[in-house]
């Protein structure tokens, strides 16, 4: 059962074709469940009908002519419900309806499963059989599991859809506004070409684009082969005398698989048939790999990985070659399945104007980057063909999350529109940035940034930054091939402390691990969120930590507004511990005969039983500053950086309410000053609740910074303390953010100004 599963899974996954998928659906359901027949009923969203779309056994004619609204028939009746419908003879059932023509007549056992991706229902797949019986258990069984993988086949192969009938060459009138959803990660509005970015050698991450010289393509595929060949023989040569002969029959197995006769062939012809060599290369292998897969023959089966491995070496040739000549559009949006910091790197700034990853979400680390560049970004598409939109013109609404592609005039009509009214808006709130963060009844807030590169520092400035709430120190470090030495990282430093000075720079100490990964230093884990991150990588590395306090520290010489935080404390005695380090490097440093003051050190809150021991985390230290993005993951378990899970990150949910309320008042009963840096704080309607709360520093990405002052100098304290002793009689996050943005609307802000908790 789990072989014909997992086959018939690859084969479908392979087809691109939404009719091509559903046909071959029916096709091997029907031969591996030996019923008479098969067929799938997809929803229409415009009519709200089970549509036949592919049948195995009834009257194929009719498919796309005869469909079932949800409460008609059998196939109504399993969309309504949701849920499997067994009978023996479906005929005699209240619910059947008669459709003429379509055969069904001498067919009596009936099972019907719903198709359901993200909670909604895509269509019913149904199996039928002379016999008067009942599907058994085991038959049911597998038909639901089959019909819960396929969902996301389908729904994939159904958005792929709706972007090529554009490209079927209908005139741009006609075009489709193909719309897929995600997460909004950075308000606002992106209209640009699409860039796709892949990892380097991986087959299934290249796109699909048309050649725009086929000659030339076959050139650079030839050159590519060639080089590998050498390779291969190369490596052959060296080992010749360590090898036993079957193994080295297996290079030379390689060496015939990329002759012109062989795959080289096949890739040639796709090539000639107008796509790039890129992406005939890679289609033609994962066809012959999936061959292999599917083979009964275990050798032959574990000869997938040779092949992948052969398909992976040529590829990365041409990506190598392509890398150097790569043009970049005016206005890029960088689309990819899981984007990273160094592929946003290799754009150039002014021609990167939207992000789209089809992974992770709206904390993710990539997000909180978009946002610092001040990016319009869509996270967690994760229906996005994006292998397929290299070239194609999109539209990026970064406040709901939308992607269009290939829109038409109207929808382009109205972003640009949209795109041109943000720009007023931003331009009125540059004209607060000399302005002070204070209430109509004199509250004063700080608002300082959170910052990673050095480049972020004129952004910052530029944005009206009062200092450095959050320096994340592991972006100089991720960006290098090694650790950076001391010197290094005091030169860095100090360039960061003095751009801001004499305001305070509150940087913190490495955090590594979870999603944020060194290349040179790779920690592998199976649940790398809860495992060796933060102060708990620099406490078993005092080396590295050590290091890093004495650049800060004598980065700070002559300046004096450097403040220390420390990561992802969980106890008491890996505070004392760090502490302990942090003084001894002070005193090191002055026996050493620095003339340098003893900066401030304080905790970041950002884990649950921190929380619970805020008081004695914060007796020890000169300041509590909160990390609500981790808080918010480990209080309400939820993957910050799994899309699937997304809407099930509420920062206003009031267990994260109740959290940082409790840290507030425990950190005054200490007489500590207190900050955020989470990207709650950079949030307009959660800025009114915090400052309520207590927080007196609101920590952000520079772009968020106007937008926060521009609430906060309209909201008095009175109303946020009426604001939060409302939202704190909530029991559902949903209302918490429905009770702000009413209030946001009362103020009489735009959807600029809304809450993006919900973003998250
Ligand atoms: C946080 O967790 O809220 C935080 C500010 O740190 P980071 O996002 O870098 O994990
Ligand atoms: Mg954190």
Known sequence: MLTSLRRIIQEVNSVKHLTEALSLIVKRVAHSMETDVCSIYMMDPATQRFVLSATMGLNEELCGKVSLGLDEGLVGLVGMREEPINLERADTHPRFQFLAGLGEEPFNAFLGVPIIHQRRILGVLVVQQTATRRFDESEEAFLVTLSAQLAGVIAHAEASGALRIYEAGETPQMRTNAKFSGIGAMRGTAIGTAVVASPQAVLEAVPSKPAQDIKAELEIFAIAIDAVRLDIWQIREKLTGQLRPEERALFDVYLGMLNDNALGNEVQAKIRQGEWAQGALASVMLDHVRTFEMMDDAYLRERAVDVKDLGRRVLSQMQNADQSEREYPEKTILVGEELTASMLGEVPKDKLVGIISVRGSGNSHLAIMARAMGIPTVMGAMDLPYAQLDGHQLIIDGYSGTVYANPGEEILAHFLHVLEDEQHQLSALFALRDLPCETPDGKRIELVVNTGLNSDVSRSIDHGAEGVGLYRTEMPFMIRERFPSEEEQRRIY??????????????????????????????????????????????????????????????????????????????????????????????????????????????????????????????????????????????????????????????????????????????????????ICGEIAGDPGAAILLMAMGYSTLSMSANNLPRVKSVLRQVSIKEAEKLLHQVLELEDSMDVQRCIDQLIRQLGLSRMFQSSAEIA
């Open 494 to 675: 100090r360039e960061h402390l003095a751009a801001f000075a004499p305001n305070q720079v509150t940087m913190r100490t490495l955090d590594i691990g979870g999603d944020k990964a060194l290349p040179y230093f790779p920690i592998e884990e199976e649940n790398p969120f809860l495992g060796w991150r933060g102060i708990r990588v620099t406490l078993d590395h005092p080396e590295i930590f050590l290091v890093q306090l004495r650049a800060m520290m004598r980065a700070n010489e002559g300046f004096g507004n450097l403040r220390i935080m420390l990561p992802m404390i969980s106890n008491v005695p890996e505070l004392d511990e760090a502490l302990e380090l942090f003084n001894r490097c002070y005193e090191e440093l002055l026996e050493e005969g620095f003339d340098i003051e003893k900066p401030k050190i304080g905790v970041m809150i950002e884990v649950p039983a921190a929380v619970y021991q805020a008081r004695q985390l914060a007796h020890r230290v000169d300041f509590i500053s909160v990390g609500s993005n981790d808080l918010t993951q480990y209080l309400l378990a939820v993957d910050r950086n799994n899309a699937r899970v997304a809407d099930l990150y509420h920062q206003f949910h009031p267990a994260v309410l109740q959290a940082l309320l409790k840290i507030a008042s425990d950190t005054r009963a200490e007489g500590k000053s207190l900050s």
